[in-house]
Each structure stands twice: as structure tokens, then as C-alpha cells.
Nanobody, 116 residues
């Protein structure tokens, strides 16, 4: 049973920082890529950042220079360090994991609210 456990969301003032973490467990397949998506009210879910097993990263233009994605040495936990937050970053953030068989898994989501 694949399980993704997210943590780290919350309420922060504009200009502040938050760190999101997502720990993956339960799969017999190796992890190819891990990432974070977000969905604001009334909007589609969008990519925030992702990182491959080889360490290649890519970011949404809106977060470049402010957010940093990383993985632990075991490759099962992905972290999103968010700085310079602004109200437009308010959304539910979802962890996504891509496994070697092309299987995707999603976390339950964690709320981030940035007050102005």
C-alpha cells in the first residue's frame, strides 16, 4: 500500500517561509520522480516543482528563485522550502510521486495560507 505523508503547511504572513515535506512508503517499485503541485480555489492544479531520482529539478516560473525542492539521500522524502511567500501562493499543496512502472501517487494535500 503506497502511502504519502505530507507535513508542514500552515498560515504565514507575506514574505515569510514554510517548509513542506512528503515521505513516501509502501511501494515495491523505485521512485523516478517526486514533486509538488498546488491548487488554489477555483483554479486548476499546477506544477510547483519536481525533482528526478538523478537530481534534475524544474520549477514553475512563478516560484523560481523563491522555492527550493530537494530529496533526502534515501530518496523517499521530498522537501519544498518556500521563501518570499505571497498571497498568490495560497493553495492546497499536493505531493506527487512517480514510480518506475509509470504509477503515480498523490498525497492528501496540505493547506498553505499566506496573509497580506
Amino acid at each position: 500500500q503506497v502511502q504519502l505523508v505530507e507535513s508542514g503547511g500552515g498560515l504565514v504572513q507575506a514574505g515569510g517561509s514554510l517548509r513542506l515535506s512528503c515521505a513516501a512508503s509502501g511501494s515495491i517499485f523505485s521512485i523516478t520522480r517526486m514533486g509538488w503541485y498546488r491548487q488554489a480555489p477555483g483554479k486548476q492544479r499546477e506544477l510547483v516543482a519536481r525533482i528526478t531520482s538523478g537530481g534534475t529539478t524544474n520549477y514553475a516560473d512563478s516560484v523560481k528563485g523563491r522555492f527550493t525542492i530537494s530529496r533526502d539521500n534515501a530518496g523517499n522524502t521530498v522537501t519544498l522550502q518556500m521563501t518570499g511567500l505571497n498571497p498568490e501562493d495560497t493553495a492546497v499543496y499536493y505531493c506527487q510521486v512517480l514510480y518506475s512502472r509509470g504509477i503515480f501517487a498523490w498525497g492528501q494535500g496540505t493547506q498553505v495560507i499566506v496573509s497580506s
